[in-house]
């Protein structure tokens, strides 16, 4: 892994800031995953990564590449992150909107007969 500076400079190495834990608890975090923060727990006692996730993610929804890049850490070291805040009940996940799928014609063609024969 390699090490990030932080705002002081000095560097950090991505394992101290996992507390040396290389995987999440949880295994259902993808990079389009939407991140969500409580707003009614304190972020007293979160180390300053953690703080960060909550900063970032209290105006609105973001995944899990987008607080990983603000963050300048890798995904891996997101998702452990992420993880703790999720068994701490400081962030809640939300699956990414599904793509539409494309219709079957023939349905369209009915409700528009359908639309049709109303009018």
């Known amino acids: 892994m390699t090490p990030r500076r932080r705002p002081e400079g000095r560097l950090v190495r991505s394992y101290v800031v996992t507390d040396g834990r290389a995987h999440p608890t949880r295994n259902t975090l993808d990079l389009v995953t939407l991140l969500i923060a409580a707003t009614d ?5 979160l180390n300053p ?3 960060r996730v909550m900063e970032l993610c209290r105006p609105g929804a973001l995944s899990l590449a987008e607080v990983a890049g603000h ?4 995904v891996s070291v997101t998702k452990v992150l992420v993880a703790d805040l999720m068994d701490s009940g400081h962030i809640v996940t939300r699956a990414p ?3 539409a799928r494309p219709s079957d014609a023939r349905i369209l063609q ?3 007969d359908g639309l049709r024969a109303r009018l």
Request: no cysteine; aromatic share 0%.
């Open 41 to 45: 727990l304190p972020l007293t006692g």
């Open 49 to 51: 990564e953690k703080r």
């Open 71 to 74: 963050l300048q850490l890798p």
């Open 97 to 99: 909107i599904p793509a």
């Open 110 to 112: 009915e409700v528009l």
